[in-house]
């Protein structure tokens, strides 16, 4: 199993590359430095992101995710379809979603309540396939991580 210093290296090594295979290891050590990173910048800089040069490196933390999120999935054998949709649907949805918690939710429109189970169940559905067990053995998509060639 990957540790934490090597799957943060090899998740920046590798931040514009959407080809290969990554572990769960190698993704979620990844996932959660981006994700406390961009949540730090956000919350330092508050309104004035648009205007600093950290939106460049929030920007390029997320596409570092994606690219890791692309090859945790092709991991398991599927294709980079499913993140792409799961993700786009998810963040089309959280508007409309998270309109309810401002809103009264007892007030809120049955399209907004669909939204939001609709989200949910999109990002659950993609958070059940990132966390799976790697495909064993090589597949199309290149070698197992965790197999040593010998």
């Not at 993700?87 to 918690?101: T, Y």
Request: proline share 6%.
């Amino acid at each position: 199993m990957m540790n934490a210093i090597d799957a943060i290296r090899t998740g920046f090594a590798k931040s514009f590359q959407f080809s290969g295979r990554a572990g769960r290891a190698e993704f979620w050590w990844f996932y959660c430095l981006c994700s406390i990173l961009i949540r730090a910048i956000s919350a330092y800089t508050q309104h004035e992101i648009w205007q600093s040069p950290r939106l460049l490196v929030a920007i390029y933390l997320t596409f570092a995710w994606v690219a890791a999120g692309v090859r945790r999935i092709h991991d398991i054998g599927r294709s980079a379809h499913l993140f792409a949709v799961g993700a786009v649907a998810s963040v089309l949805l959280a508007p409309m979603a998270l309109n309810l918690s401002r809103d009264n939710p007892i007030d809120a429109s049955a399209a907004q309540w669909l939204c939001f189970v609709l989200m949910w169940a999109i990002t659950f559905y993609l958070y059940w396939y990132l966390i799976s067990p790697s495909q064993p053995g090589p597949n199309k998509y290149g070698p197992n991580p965790h197999e040593v060639p010998s």
